[in-house]
C-alpha cells in the first residue's frame, strides 16, 4: 500500500503488536472510543508509528470475541454518540503475555543486532 | 469455560447482527468526522480534508467486512442467501417444482414411513434394564428343536446354575377380569422373580415376593399401567384392593410404569400383556413333572459371563439331569436365544428386507430427479456463465447449485412426511402379521434425523451431476447468442447412465414383488383340509367353581352345542379345544401300542383336538375310514380317538391303524381305541405341512378342557348368527363371556397376512419404480428428439422413409431399456436369494417370474420411447426445418 509521505517520515507499526497497543492504551487510559485509541497510539510515540487508522476496527471487533474488551455506547465531549472500549480482567491478563512475549522477542533481536 | 462464553458472544452477534454492523458503521462513521474535523481545523479545504482523512482510515467497505468476517458467521450468510436464492429459482419454475418435490415425497416419504417402523420395532432398545444380557433358555428335544421347559427341571436349573443372576419362568394365562363389563384378558403367570430378571419395577405397590409363589398363599396380580387405567380409572389406592376375576378374588401388589411394553407373549393375536400373577406351582403338582413342557425359561446371565460359558454350563446340568431321569427327557443340553432374536428375530429379516426395497425407490426417485435437473441445467447455462463472468468463483457457483439442491429435497421431505405420519394407521388397516410392537411406531427425533439426512443426501447426490456439467462448460460459449448447450455429448451420456439405473432397479424390485406374488397365489390354492366358509368361531372359557366337576363342564358343552346345532340357519355345530391356524400349539405324546419307546419321550406327539360330536361334518374334514366320534361315546363307554392321514403313515406304515390302541400325553393314561381315519388339516399354517393330529371326545378325556371354541356352519353369512348364538349360550350360563367372535376363513386370511403384508408394500414400491423410471425413459427420449428435430426435419426433407427415421429416432431409448434390463435381471438374480425365507413352492430365480417381469416393464419402457418419437415424426418437414 503506498502513501504520500506528507509528513513526518513514519513507519508501519510491526506485525502483531497491534493487540498490543490497543491492550497497553486502553490500560492507561481506562474507557476510550477508536478515534481516541488511534489519537493515542500516535502522540505517544511521538507520531512515529503509523496506525492504518481503520484497522483498529476488525482488532477491535476479534477483542471483543476474545473478550479482552468491553465496549458500551457513550456520548463524547463534542456530545456525539460514541462507543466506548474498556479492558477485562481476561484483557490485563492478556496484556501480561503480550508484554513479556514482546519483551523477549525484542531482547533477542537486540542481542542478534548487538553482537560483535 | 473460556470458550463457551466466546461462543455465546458470537451467538449473540448472529442474533443481533444488524445492530452490530450499525455500530461498527456508525464508530467508523465517527472516526472519519472527527479526523476531518481535526484537518479542516489545521486549515485545510472540506474536500481534501475529506479526502486525507479517507488516506488514513484505509478501505472503509473492506474493513467493514473484515471486522464483521471476524465473527465467524459468514459460512451461514452465504449460506442463507443462497437458499433464498435456491427458493426464488424454484418459484420462477412451478411446473418443475411440483414434479421434482412430487418425486422426492414418493421417495423420501415412503423410506420414512419404513425406517419409522424399523426404529419402532428394531432400533429402540427393549424397555428392560441390559436387555442384551437376558435369553430365553429352552430344553432341547432330540431332532435338535427347541422346547419349553417343565417346572421340576426348572428347579434344578435355578439350584445348580452359577451362570445366571437369576432364572425366571413364563407362562400364558387368559383371566377373564369382572370389574363393570367382563372381559377376558392376556396375562401372564410367572414366577415371583420374573420382574428382577426383566429389571423392572413397579411404579406403584411391591414387586411379587417369594413366598407369595406357592399353591397355599395369596393370588396376587400385578397390573399394565394401561389396564389400570381402563378398567380401575388409575385409582392411587388400588394397591392392596381385591379384584374379581374368573370367579374369585385376586390382591393387587402394584402397577407397572406406562414405559413397560411387555412382549412376552405366547399368542400374537391376543394382543398385549396386561396382567400378571404369580406362578404358584409346587414341585408336588401333577402339571409341575418334568416332561410337562408348557412353561417358557428367561435368565440374566451374571456380569462377566458370556452366552457361551452360561450355555455349556446348563448343557452340563442338563446332561446329568438327563443321567438322572432317562425317562423323563429326550435329548441332554439347552439352547438358549438372546431375547432380543427371540422376540424380533422373525420381523427384522422382513423389515430389512423391506427397507432394502425402498431405498431402491429412492435411488430410482433420484436417478429421475438428477435427469430433470440435467435437462433444466442446459437452460440455466447462461445464467451460471453470467455469475461466473461477473467474479463468482466456480466452488461458489457449485456451493448455490447444491444448496438449491437441498432446499428442493428438503422440501420433498417436508411433504414426505404427511404420508409417513399415517404409517401406524395404514399398516394397522392393512395388517402385519405378526409384527410386535407396532404401537411403538411413530415419528421421533431419530425418524426426523433418519428423513433430514436422507433429504440432504439425495440433494447433494442428484446436485452433483449437473454441477460436474456445469463446471465443464465453457462459459464463453456460453455466452454468446444463440448458441446451444455446449456439454451436450457428456450430459447425454450421464442422462442415459441414469435411465439405465432407473431401468434395472425397478427391474429388480418388480421381480421381487412377482415372486411373492406368485408365492401367495401358490399359498391360496393349498387346500387347508377344511372348508372355511360359512363357519362362525367363537371362544369361550367356563368361569366359576361349579365347572369344577368334569360331568357339569361336559354336559355345558354338549347342551349348548345341541342349542347351538338347532338355531334357524344353522346347519351344523360343535366345540374343540383348539382351531385349525387358530395359533395354538397343543401337542401330546402319540404312545402306540407295541411301539413305545423305551424312553416314551422319543415317542412322536401329535396335535390335539377335544372335540365335541360334529366337529369333522362342521369343518368338513373328511372321514377317510372307520366312524366318527358320536354322541354314545361317554366317560363310561370305551376309550375312542380318530387319526389323521399323516399319524397313520408314520405310525402303522403298510397297516390298518383302525382298532390300534394307543395312550396319549404320558402312560398314566387310559388306552384309546383308534376308530376312525381323517383327512390331514393345516393346523400351524397353509405353507407348513400337517403333523400327526388326533382328535378325542370332549365327553370322554379325562381333563375335559373349560377353554373351547364353538363352530357353526350356517346358511348365510357366518357374523349374521354370531348375536343368536351368544344369546343362546348366554341362556345357559349368563356369564359366559366371548371372544374372537369372526369367521373361520378370517384365520385363513389371518394366517398368510405376515405374506400378504410384505407383497403389498414391496408390489407398491415396484409400481412407484416403474412409473417413475418410465417417465424417465420417456424424458430422454422426448428430449433426444427435441434436440434432433432440424435434423429429422433435413432427412424427411431429402426423401427418408418415416420407418427409417423412426428406427433412428427410438434405437438410443431401445439401448438404454436393453442394457437396463441386463442389468436388472443380473441384480435380481444376485439378491433375491434374500426372498427365500419369504417365498413358497416359488424358487427365487424362477423363469416365468423374470420372463413376464421383463416383458412387463420393457413393454411400458418402449412405450414410453416411441410415444414422443412418433409425435415427431408427425411434425411437417418444413415446421422442423424452421425450428429453433
Redesign the interface.
Known amino acids: 500500500m503506498s502513501r504520500r509521505g506528507d509528513d513526518l517520515q513514519r513507519d508501519e507499526i510491526p506485525p502483531g503488536t497491534l493487540y498490543l497497543l490497543i491492550l497497553r492504551t486502553l490500560a492507561r487510559s481506562g474507557e476510550m472510543h477508536g478515534y481516541e485509541i488511534a489519537n493515542s497510539i500516535q502522540r505517544i510515540s511521538d507520531h512515529v508509528l503509523q496506525v492504518e487508522e481503520g484497522s483498529l476496527y476488525p482488532a477491535l471487533q476479534r477483542m471483543l470475541i476474545k473478550g479482552w474488551v468491553t465496549a458500551k455506547w457513550g456520548t463524547t465531549t463534542g456530545n456525539r454518540r460514541a462507543r466506548y472500549y474498556q479492558l477485562t480482567t481476561a484483557g490485563r491478563k492478556q496484556l501480561a503475555v503480550e508484554m513479556s512475549q514482546f519483551e523477549r522477542v525484542i531482547g533477542a533481536i537486540t542481542r542478534v543486532i548487538e553482537a560483535v | 469455560m473460556?470458550w463457551l462464553?466466546?461462543v455465546a458472544?458470537?451467538l449473540r452477534m448472529l442474533m443481533h447482527r444488524r445492530q452490530f454492523d450499525a455500530?461498527?458503521e456508525?464508530?467508523?462513521q465517527?472516526?472519519l468526522e472527527?479526523?476531518q474535523q481535526e484537518h479542516l481545523e489545521s486549515g485545510m479545504t472540506a474536500d481534501s480534508a475529506r479526502a486525507?482523512a479517507r488516506?488514513?482510515?484505509?478501505?472503509?467497505t473492506a474493513?467493514?467486512e473484515?471486522?464483521?468476517m471476524?465473527?465467524g458467521w459468514e459460512w451461514f450468510e452465504h449460506l442463507a442467501l443462497d437458499i433464498r436464492h435456491g427458493l426464488r429459482m424454484l418459484r420462477k419454475s412451478p411446473g418443475f417444482t411440483l414434479v421434482a418435490v412430487l418425486t422426492l415425497a414418493l421417495g423420501i416419504g415412503a423410506n420414512t414411513a419404513i425406517f419409522s417402523v424399523v426404529n419402532g420395532i428394531l432400533l429402540r432398545p427393549l424397555p428392560y434394564h441390559a436387555p442384551n444380557r437376558l435369553t430365553v433358555v429352552w430344553e432341547k428335544n432330540s431332532d435338535g428343536t427347541r422346547d419349553n421347559v417343565g417346572y421340576a427341571t426348572y428347579l434344578d436349573w435355578k439350584a445348580q446354575n452359577h451362570s445366571f443372576e437369576q432364572l425366571a419362568l413364563y407362562a400364558s394365562w387368559q383371566p377373564v377380569l369382572q370389574v363393570g363389563e367382563p372381559e377376558q384378558l392376556n396375562g401372564l403367570r410367572v414366577t415371583s422373580n420374573y420382574f428382577r430378571t426383566l429389571g423392572i419395577h413397579p411404579e406403584l405397590g411391591h414387586d411379587f415376593l417369594p413366598e407369595e409363589d406357592n399353591p397355599a398363599s395369596l393370588r396376587v396380580v400385578i397390573l399394565s399401567h394401561s389396564l389400570w387405567g381402563r378398567k380401575f380409572n388409575s385409582d392411587p389406592n388400588i394397591v392392596g384392593k381385591s379384584i374379581a376375576m374368573n370367579a374369585t378374588s385376586y390382591i393387587v401388589a402394584g402397577v407397572l410404569s406406562a414405559s413397560y411394553e411387555s412382549l412376552m407373549n405366547q399368542d400374537p393375536r391376543g394382543g398385549s400383556v396386561e396382567i400378571w400373577r404369580v406362578l404358584g406351582y409346587d414341585v408336588s403338582q401333577p402339571w409341575a413333572c418334568r416332561t410337562c413342557h408348557h412353561l417358557v425359561a428367561i435368565g440374566r446371565v451374571r456380569d462377566g459371563v458370556d452366552f457361551a460359558q452360561a450355555k455349556a454350563e446348563m448343557d452340563n446340568i442338563s446332561a446329568a439331569l438327563m443321567r438322572a431321569y432317562p425317562k423323563e427327557y429326550s435329548a441332554a443340553g439347552v439352547i438358549l436365544t438372546p431375547l432380543g432374536e427371540q422376540l424380533l428375530g422373525q420381523a427384522s429379516t422382513t423389515l430389512y428386507i423391506l427397507l432394502g426395497a425402498v431405498s431402491f425407490v429412492l435411488l430410482v426417485a433420484c436417478a429421475n430427479l438428477a435427469n430433470l435437473l440435467l435437462a433444466r441445467s442446459t437452460n440455466r447455462e447462461r445464467e451460471v456463465a453470467v455469475r461466473s463472468v461477473l467474479g463468482a468463483g466456480r466452488g461458489r457457483i457449485a456451493r448455490q447449485l447444491l444448496a438449491e439442491n437441498c432446499v428442493l429435497a428438503l422440501l420433498g421431505a417436508a411433504v414426505g412426511l404427511i404420508p409417513a405420519y399415517w404409517t401406524p394407521r395404514v399398516l394397522a388397516t392393512l395388517g402385519t402379521g405378526d409384527l410386535p410392537r407396532l404401537d411403538a411406531v411413530r415419528l421421533d427425533w431419530r425418524v426426523l434425523v433418519f428423513t433430514a439426512s436422507a433429504a440432504l443426501l439425495t440433494g447433494i447426490a442428484t446436485g452433483l451431476a449437473p454441477v460436474l456439467r456445469l463446471s465443464k462448460i465453457d462459459f464463453q460459449e456460453s455466452l454468446k447468442e444463440g448458441s446451444r448447450g455446449s456439454a451436450g455429448g457428456a450430459g447425454r451420456r450421464l442422462r442415459g447412465l441414469l435411465v439405465v439405473s432407473e431401468v434395472a432397479l425397478s427391474l429388480t424390485l418388480l421381480v421381487g414383488a412377482g415372486l411373492l406374488l406368485r408365492s401367495l397365489s401358490r399359498l391360496l390354492t393349498v387346500s387347508p383340509g377344511f372348508d372355511a366358509s360359512h363357519v362362525l368361531t367363537m371362544r369361550t372359557s367356563v368361569l366359576g367353581q361349579r365347572y369344577s366337576d368334569n360331568t357339569i363342564l361336559r354336559q355345558f358343552f354338549a347342551d349348548a352345542v345341541e342349542r347351538l346345532r338347532t338355531l334357524p340357519g344353522v346347519e351344523s355345530a360343535a366345540a374343540a379345544s383348539q382351531i385349525p391356524l387358530g395359533g395354538n400349539i397343543d401337542q401330546y405324546g402319540f404312545h402306540a401300542e407295541g411301539k413305545i419307546n423305551a424312553n416314551p419321550e422319543l415317542d412322536e406327539s401329535a396335535e390335539r383336538y377335544c372335540i365335541t360330536p360334529g366337529f369333522l361334518t362342521t369343518l368338513r374334514i373328511p372321514l377317510l375310514r372307520g366312524r366318527d366320534i358320536v354322541l354314545s361315546d361317554t366317560a363310561d363307554a370305551p376309550g375312542v380317538i380318530l387319526i389323521n392321514e399323516t399319524t397313520a403313515r408314520r405310525i402303522w406304515p403298510g397297516e390298518d391303524p383302525l382298532g390300534k390302541r394307543v395312550k396319549l400325553g404320558g402312560l398314566d393314561h387310559p388306552w384309546l381305541t383308534v376308530i376312525g381315519l381323517v383327512g390331514d388339516i393345516h393346523h400351524v399354517g397353509l405353507d407348513a405341512a400337517p403333523d400327526m393330529q388326533v382328535y378325542i371326545p370332549h365327553a370322554q378325556w379325562p381333563f375335559p378342557d373349560s377353554d373351547m371354541t364353538f363352530v357353526l356352519r350356517t346358511l348365510g353369512p357366518p357374523t349374521a348368527h354370531a348375536s343368536a348364538a351368544r344369546r343362546t349360550i348366554h341362556s345357559l350360563d349368563a356369564t359366559q363371556l366371548f371372544s374372537r367372535v369372526m369367521p373361520l376363513d378370517a384365520y385363513v386370511v389371518l394366517s398368510v397376512q405376515g405374506r400378504r403384508f410384505a407383497l403389498v408394500l414391496i408390489g407398491a414400491f415396484a409400481t412407484i419404480a416403474l412409473l417413475l423410471s418410465v417417465v424417465g425413459v420417456y424424458g430422454v427420449t422426448a428430449y433426444g428428439v427435441a434436440q434432433r428435430t432440424r435434423e429429422i426435419g433435413i432427412r424427411r426433407a431429402l426423401g427418408a422413409q418415416p420407418s427409417a427415421v423412426l428406427g433412428l429416432l427410438l434405437r438410443q431409448g431401445l439401448l438404454l431399456i436393453l442394457a437396463g434390463t441386463v442389468l436388472g435381471v443380473a441384480a435380481s438374480v444376485a439378491l433375491t436369494r434374500f426372498l427365500a425365507s419369504m417365498l413358497f413352492e416359488v424358487t427365487p430365480t424362477d423363469p416365468m417370474t423374470f420372463a413376464l417381469v421383463v416383458a412387463l416393464l420393457s413393454g411400458a419402457a418402449i412405450l414410453a420411447c416411441w410415444i414422443p418419437a412418433r409425435r415427431a415424426m408427425r411434425v411437417d418437414p418444413m415446421v422442423a426445418l424452421r425450428y429453433e
Not at chain 2, 488516506?55 to 472503509?60: D, L, T
Open positions: 473460556n462464553r466466546e458472544r458470537r455500530d461498527l456508525e464508530e467508523m465517527l472516526h472527527l479526523r486525507a488516506r488514513r482510515f484505509g478501505n472503509v474493513l467493514r473484515t471486522s464483521h471476524a465473527w
